[in-house]
């Protein structure tokens, strides 16, 4: 994936937030589930279409005082598991 | 057992009416059976509710859904707020065209047809003359239409000598990857028709053996959470762990049988917030009045009913002596209430100590 890719979650998956911090990502087209972890949820709710991958890691480096040791990593894993799910689209970055 | 933060599912009782008239219907005689229904403005309405909530699928239930005229819009207002729907039906007034219209919505989980013969004999003796032929066409009509189709089978007295039929008739004629069992039970209209419905302890026993053998026949295509399936199979590992003296299975010798409350919610076709379609007496509020959110997670009623899981079956004297304890659940807390009018009490019908005293055989000691 290229670092100016911008993805952006599909309107169609909807995110069930649970106690606990654990959380589920729900396609309302197929009803497939798909559970996520905190860090997940946190790149989730910016995959708004306006950040690129390494933009999404630097906010969550700057916004989580337990960001993992490899956040770039763990970012790009779960935004391609998204892809691969159809549960997120990209486009690339025109600005 | 973790409680949810919202329902993840909503038994909704779209309507309290029926074409039909059950000899065990659980839903008429109880307090499920409402004067009227709500408008359909009123569930529209609760339906953006539960779009706020992120709740994942509505279950429409009833009486019978097919029945109301205005389903269409129902469904398309789930659709509308992101809400995926399945609804339970009898079969019989299922036409072409909302076959159509649910294919074409594309946010049908299934449909589920209560067929209970594999001939109309033992279908139509409970649910009325006709209705065997009406409901298979249902069936075969939303399995036209490419939609998810489930059938429930409820075991009584009537069809307990029909199973393997059954099984030949869904499976391998109709083609269904699947179907469910249950069995009648002392609820609703069973509660007036009991002697000729339930099923006697050798019947169980027998209905039973034929499951367990039939279920090893189609590799697992057919299921159960309640009836003699369920029973037979949860009795078995009872048996086995009492006989291997093993210290306690997990998760049991507690009022434990019942997760539903964690992560399901119903309505009753008044409006009425229920813990669920099968204790339609315990009212937690009514919808577009009361909030969602509080009565899941405030609810008194609701807090009691999660809270059985913490209490041991050694403090029932219905157990007393028992030696099943550290392998038992207590079994299904609607059963409780119906029989006893005791929600947090372990289900008479449901326990095994009883099933053998009353001369039940569990299936490999036949
Ligand atoms: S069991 Fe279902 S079909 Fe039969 S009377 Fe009750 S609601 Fe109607
Ligand atoms: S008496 Fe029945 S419900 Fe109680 S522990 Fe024994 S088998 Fe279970």
């Known amino acids: 994936m290229k670092d100016d890719v911008v993805p952006i979650a ?20 197929s009803g497939e589930a798909y559970g996520i972890n905190p860090v997940s ?12 991958i390494d933009g999404l890691v630097e906010e969550l480096i700057a916004n989580c005082d337990d960001a993992p040791d490899d956040a770039g990593g763990q970012v790009l894993t779960f935004v391609n598991e998204l892809l691969a799910k159809g549960f997120a689209g990209y486009e690339v970055d025109g600005r | 057992m973790r409680v949810m933060s919202t329902p993840r599912l909503l038994d909704v009782e779209i309507t309290s009416k029926c074409n039909l008239r059950c000899k065990y219907c659980y839903h008429f005689n109880s307090a ?28 429409l239930g009833g009486g019978e859904p097919f029945l109301r005229d205005d389903l269409k819009e129902i469904l398309s207002s789930l659709a509308r707020n992101q809400i995926r729907f399945s609804i339970m039906s009898n079969g019989t007034l299922i036409t072409d065209e909302i076959a159509a219209f649910i294919a074409a919505s594309k946010r049908c989980n299934y449909v589920q047809v209560s067929i209970d013969g594999s001939i109309p004999i033992t279908h139509d003796e409970m649910r009325g003359k006709g209705n065997f032929s009406r409901a298979i066409n249902g069936l075969k009509t939303l399995l036209r239409h490419g939609i998810t189709a489930t059938v429930r089978v409820t075991i009584h007295k009537g069809n307990v000598y029909d199973l393997e039929g059954i099984a030949e008739l869904l499976l391998e004629e109709i083609g269904l990857n699947s179907f469910s069992t249950n069995s009648a039970s002392y609820m609703g209209l069973c509660r007036r028709n009991a002697e000729q419905i339930m099923l006697t302890p050798k019947e169980r026993s027998l209905a039973m053996v034929s499951l367990v053998k039939l279920e090893k026949k189609y590799n697992g295509r057919i299921s159960a959470q309640a009836g003699p399936l369920a029973d037979g ?30 992560g399901k ?17 315990i009212e937690l509020g009514k919808i577009n009045k009361d909030s969602l959110v509080k009565v899941w997670q405030e609810h008194p009623e609701l807090l009691k009913i999660r809270g059985r899981r913490s209490v041991h079956l050694s403090s029932f004297e219905f157990c007393e002596g028992c030696d099943y304890i550290p392998y038992c659940t207590g079994n299904c807390p609607a059963l409780a209430s119906n029989i006893l009018g005791k929600v947090n009490h372990p289900s008479p019908d449901a326990c095994l100590r009883r099933f053998l005293q009353e001369g039940g055989v569990l299936p490999e000691n036949i």
């Open chain 1, 10 to 29: 599909k309107p169609s998956i909807l995110l069930r937030e649970e106690f606990d911090d654990w959380a589920v990502l729900f396609s309302t087209d």
């Open chain 1, 41 to 52: 949820v946190f790149i989730w709710k910016r995959l708004d279409g306006e950040r690129t």
């Open chain 2, 32 to 59: 499920g059976e409402t004067k009227e229904d709500i408008e359909t403005e009123e569930w529209l309405r609760f339906f953006e509710e539960l779009k706020q909530c992120v709740v994942m699928e509505v279950c």
């Open chain 2, 233 to 262: 199979k949860i009795w078995l590992e009872m048996e086995r762990a009492r006989k291997e003296g093993l210290l306690r299975l997990p998760g049991r010798g507690y009022l434990s049988a019942c997760g539903a409350v964690f």
């Open chain 2, 265 to 281: 919610l119903a309505v009753r076709a008044d409006g009425v917030m229920i813990p669920c379609i099968q204790l339609s007496n």
